[in-house]
Every structure is written in C-alpha cells, then in structure tokens.
C-alpha cells in the first residue's frame, strides 16, 4: 500500500542549483498534482496533469517545470534555485479528478535554498 | 478577497469539548469541499467531504455546508488530545482544489 511516494525527504540547495523532486503513485490515478506550502499557509497548486503527456500550469508555476510520460511519475524539475522556493512540497493524485474525487498526498519533500 | 477564507486560530478547547471550525468560499459555482488534517509535519490527510447542503456525520466528526451562503464548517465532537492538528478546508471545482490557510486546533487535557 504504497500511495504516493515522493522523495527525497529532504534536501538543502545552494542558490542556482537545480534539482528534481520525484513523485510516484501505484493506484492509477490519472490525475496528479503538485503543491507548496509555506509556514503558516495554505497549500498552492503549482502544476498538475490529467494525463500521461498532459500537463498544465496551477497558481504558481514560475520557477517549475513538470513532465508527465507515465501514469504512474509526475516529477517536479526546479531551475536556478532561489531562496523564495524554501518550502515544503507535496505531490497529489486522484482517481479521475472528478468533481468528488478526493486527492491523496505522499509525504512531502522539505526544501531550502540556501 | 482570498477563494478560500477559514477562521484564524489558534482555537484551544478542552478536551471532551466541541471545536467548531468555519470557511467560507468566493466561487459560487463551487462543486465540492473537503477538510483535511495535518499534524506538524505531515502531509494533509482526508477526514470530511460533502457535496450537498445539509449536514454529513462520521463519527466524531460533522460537516455542515451550505451553498447559498457559501459557508462550510467542521465541528468535532468529544474532542480529544489526539484531535490537536491544522485543519485545512479544501472547496474543489473542475479537478483542482483550493485550500484555506488552515486553522490549528490545541486541545487540552
């Protein structure tokens, strides 16, 4: 009963690095997600995907970049890293994303840029 | 005005008491809403959806929603120190969700 698995962890990245965070899920769904969340804030969509090879920008995309070439990963690409993406991140899936389908979050990957 | 607005905590009860946790939401054409909880630390878990007005119970826990108003709360009975987490209202439309910031529940023995 895996779920959502997104790795790493954790991660401390220097000022222009880049980096990939990995998001994987074994219950077919379809449609993932990608979210941040600041200290004190509500979740915020950066992109999701409704399908293998379709993916579209959420509220805060800048910055980011996804692919989605299997059902199953969604990895989040960051480029040039800056301090204001220090966050933490989480991954989503739900079944169809229907209009009552509940999305499912892995455990989140902690991030600072340094 | 932000999409999805919940009531700012912290909110302390003690337990065997009632929490009661409000949100309110701008998009009238809303389809759907959900409260999360997330202990510190962890990722967002699934507690409460509802879908139509009126009220939905599962076990300790009550959604109430109510369109016309665009209000929807959570209430948690019988709170117990287990019960202490952010818990975060989620109002869907299409396949995206929008998240209140969240509002923290302490409850105290």
């Not at chain 2, 809303?30 to 007005?53: A, C, D, H, T, V």
């Not at chain 2, 826990?61 to 709360?73: E, G, R």
């Amino acid at each position: 009963n895996a779920g959502v698995t997104q790795t790493p962890k954790f991660r401390i990245l220097k000022i222009g690095q880049s980096m990939t965070l990995q998001c994987t899920q074994d219950m077919n769904h379809n449609y993932m997600y990608w979210y941040r969340q600041d200290p004190g804030m509500g979740l915020k969509l950066i992109y999701y995907s409704v399908g293998a090879g379709i993916t579209d920008k959420g509220e805060v995309p800048n910055g980011y970049n996804v692919s989605r070439s299997t059902t199953e990963d969604f990895p989040l690409r960051l480029e040039l890293a800056a301090p204001s993406q220090t966050s933490v991140y989480f991954c989503a899936s739900s079944y169809t994303g229907g209009v009552n389908q509940p999305q499912h979050f892995g455990d989140g990957t902690r991030l600072s840029i340094l | 005005q932000k999409e999805v607005e919940q009531n700012s905590g912290p909110l302390s009860v003690p337990e065997g008491a009632i929490a009661s946790l409000n949100c309110t939401y701008s998009d009238r054409v809303s389809q759907s809403f959900f409260w999360y909880r997330q202990y510190s630390g962890k990722s967002p878990e699934l507690i409460m959806s509802i879908y139509s007005n009126g009220d939905k119970e599962d076990g300790r826990f009550t959604a109430q929603l109510n369109k016309a108003s665009q209000y929807v709360s959570l209430l948690i009975r019988d709170s117990q120190p287990s019960d202490s987490a952010t818990y975060l209202c989620a109002v869907g439309r299409d396949y995206k969700l929008s998240f209140g910031a969240g509002t923290t529940v302490t409850v105290r023995a």
